[in-house]
């Protein structure tokens, strides 16, 4: 193939510029001539739902109504148009994917592009438009029930996973929306607590995700949360709304605000909110649409004279775009007839499986008893509540239909397919029961069933192996949506019931299925082996079985420090949790998770980047130049991995940049590069990862940019935060 001259270059940059800006013009155009023939009735009628999950359209212009969909790892159930309950349809049944927590797991990159397309398929067989997704929220607090929903404690790894998951929906035909703008860290209070935090953390810790999302990813829309921000709602913040989200990050979409997330009709009128979603207020027993804030009471404020029509305008041209780059306007209503046959498909439940085999993260393994042998055991006990316990249906903004969903048990079962007598025990009972009692924090989970208790133990005694399958569930006070943790514990007990276990068996593998971190019982020192799991999705007893007995080499690290004890996290070490008077203070600033631990020489218990497998890997050769020009804009640092063991498996090789000195105070060590690898024994790659100059970087508040200073770094490369296997230092030269 002939290489492009200089010039030839300069010509097709011009040509596309210039067809760039043609489409620019020619959607302006479009939007301008939609706008200038709908009356006022009609353009407010576009800025709020007309059904609990669509806001209205013009069907007169061809203007469709407006559909979303909700949960981040599948297509919630068809609902009533005027309720929460389902539809009760019969071909909404859909593809059940792991939770955002368990993609985090994976540290992969391709997997997060191909759950966003499998998700947008879907999305797109329901004939909906805009997938509320992803959440990019920070893990500030872990006692956080929406945790689950997130991917970690870390902004650039977050926006590192939540780009190709964007990209994945949006090839689809569906819009992405990114969620919820922003320092939403906690449910307890959430609709009326104010976050206080400093522009630095702000801009260090809790933008980059979004900034990611919406620069690389190109997400189309965005949510605004429910809390406040220096007391303000989110929903009705110009600094939020327009002067970081709009001007600072460039985003051009649509905002959608969180359901009865909106509070003022003024306010919220005139910042960069456009559509108003949910609703408290009912007529004759429905809801009642038209009195959202966004609704009459704007027609009449605009009537008035009160607020002027151009800022109706400006939210209906937002929605306009989002509509044109999506090629709504003038088109048949998307045609579901045979959706069912679209939906979790082969492909979508092979993907599915793959992404829960490789979120599993191998926390402990002792005497290499993982991977187990199938043709050693003819007797095994699996113990614990969430070895039968289905999730696709629980946690708030996760109400699935899935098509199936394979449990732990189920898995082994399969696996073993009568290779084995296998008995199960429960250990404890969920409880079903929905807490609100003043408050959302309930000591419910404290409760112990004691007779089945006995039986766990006697069943652990009389079998050759266990396996105990428990951990958390979707039940409210524990991983949900709306309600946070009343603290880290095991709930009902299940620290007794696994020293119980261990004591009569310790031929015994713990597997913990949660959102997040839990804190670890005294068992733990007896404990041979020791598997964490986020919720899996359908196939995720199948992935389980998998990795306990060899046929997969688990891959995942943890994306999230676990802490020896809630006590030892920065939140409650500095900053405030859940708030004083409505508000919560984050004094920790930009010292959250690991960046805590590793600069204040705290010991977690699992730090961030933890995970082990079935084989081992050394790292060697690191290769970069000893200074960084300041008219460089990147940086390459090389290294090799090789598989020092006697199976395939993949790696996880993190970059951590540190700062010698600077004249700002930095944490220890920040996570700026990562890759995963796969090796067969025996083998070894070189592998490159290339740091942007914002790697460098902290947010200077004096001039309200990003800045560097000259002077020495160190680049760290290890298998988590805290195992660190090669360093070197380069110097930045002004």
């Excluded at 870390?154 to 929306?177: K, M, N, R, T, W």
């Excluded at 007598?421 to 009972?429: D, F, H, L, N, S």
Aim: proline share 4%; with cysteine; glycine share 8%.
């Amino acid at each position: 193939m002939k290489r492009l001259t200089p010039y030839s270059w300069l010509i097709l940059i011009i040509f596309s510029s210039c067809l760039t800006g043609n489409k620019v013009a020619s959607t302006d155009k479009q939007i301008e001539s939609l706008l200038s023939q709908m009356t006022l009735e009609e353009k407010i009628g576009m800025l709020h739902s007309n059904t609990m999950f669509s806001s209205t359209g013009v069907p007169r212009l061809g203007i469709p109504d407006l559909h979303y969909s909700d949960g981040p790892h599948g297509v919630r159930f068809e609902g009533v148009a005027n309720g929460w309950e389902s539809a009760r349809w019969d071909n909404d049944a859909c593809s059940y994917l792991p939770a955002l927590s368990a993609l985090a797991s994976t540290w992969n990159r391709d997997l997060a592009q191909l759950y966003g397309e499998v998700l947008g398929a879907e999305c797109k067989a329901r004939g909906k438009h805009v997938s509320l997704a992803p959440g990019v929220n920070i893990h500030r607090s872990l006692l956080n029930g929406r945790n689950w929903e997130y991917f970690s404690e870390d902004p650039f790894f977050s926006g590192e996973l939540a780009v190709p998951y964007i990209q994945g929906v949006q090839s689809q035909g569906v819009a992405s929306c990114v969620k919820h703008f922003a320092l939403n860290s906690q449910a307890y209070n959430q609709y009326k607590v104010s976050v206080e935090v400093d522009e630095r953390t702000l801009h260090e810790i809790y933008l980059p995700a979004f900034e990611a999302a919406i620069q690389r990813g190109g997400a189309m829309a965005a949510m605004a949360a429910y809390n406040k921000v220096r007391g303000l709602w989110c929903t009705e913040s110009p600094y939020l709304l327009d002067t970081l989200l709009r001007d600072e990050l460039g985003f051009d979409g649509l905002v959608v605000s969180d359901w009865n997330a909106v509070h003022n009709t003024e306010r919220t009128a005139l910042c960069g909110m456009d559509v108003e979603m949910g609703t408290s207020i009912k007529e004759n027993g429905k809801y009642a649409f038209n009195k959202y804030y966004l609704a009459d009471p704007l027609l009449k404020k605009v009537r008035n004279g009160e607020i002027p029509e151009e800022a109706v305008n400006k939210k209906v041209r937002n929605i306009l775009k989002l509509m044109i780059r999506l090629d709504l306007i003038g088109q048949a209503p998307y045609d579901t007839t045979g959706m069912a046959a679209k939906l979790a498909i082969p492909a979508h439940t092979k993907a599915a499986r793959e992404i829960a085999e490789e979120s599993l993260v191998l926390l402990k393994n002792s005497k290499d008893m993982l991977p187990l042998d199938p043709a050693q055991y003819k007797n095994v006990a699996v113990i614990g509540a969430n070895a039968t316990e289905v999730f696709a249906a629980g946690g708030g903004s996760t109400k699935l239909k899935a098509k199936y969903e394979v449990t732990p048990l189920e898995g082994l079962q399969n696996l073993l397919d009568g290779k084995a007598r296998i008995e199960y025990a429960p250990g404890y009972q969920l409880s079903k029961k929905a807490y609100k009692v003043g408050h959302w924090f309930t000591n419910e989970f404290d409760k112990s069933d004691e007779e089945l208790y006995k039986k766990a133990i006697n069943t652990a005694a009389q079998a050759e192996l266990v396996i105990y399958i428990g951990g958390t569930s979707h039940e409210h006070g524990s991983d949900c949506e709306g309600y946070d943790k009343p603290n880290l514990k095991l709930p009902y007990q299940q620290d007794r019931l696994l020293k119980g276990i261990l004591e009569v068996n310790p031929n015994t593998v713990v597997v913990l299925i949660s959102g997040g971190p839990v804190e670890i019982g005294e068992w733990y020192n007896d404990a041979t082996a020791l598997l964490h799991g986020s919720f899996l999705g359908m196939e995720g007893g199948n992935a389980l079985a998998r990795t306990l007995f060899g046929e997969v080499n688990p891959s995942g690290k943890l994306t999230t420090t676990w802490c020896k004890r809630l006590e030892d996290m920065p939140d409650h070490v500095f900053g405030e949790y859940p708030g004083i008077n409505d508000t919560v203070r984050f004094k920790e600033g930009l010292m959250v998770g690991y960046r805590y631990f590793d600069t204040y020489r705290v010991v977690p218990l699992f730090e961030f980047g933890y995970g082990l497998s079935y084989t081992t890997f050394t790292y060697s050769n690191i290769k970069m130049k000893p200074v960084w020009k300041d008219s460089d804009t990147e940086f390459a640092v090389s290294f090799t991995v090789t598989n020092t063991g006697k199976r395939y498996g993949q790696e996880i090789a993190q970059l951590y940049l540190h700062q010698n000195k600077c004249s700002v105070e930095r944490p220890f060590k920040e996570l700026k590069g990562f890759t995963k690898v796969g090796l067969k024994p025996g083998e070894s790659k070189q592998v490159t990862i290339k740091l942007p100059r914002r790697a460098l970087q902290y947010y200077d508040t004096e001039s309200k940019r990003w800045k560097d200073e000259p002077g020495m770094f160190t680049v760290l490369i290890g298998a988590s935060s805290r195992d660190i296997k090669l360093q070197k230092d380069f110097e930045l030269k002004k």
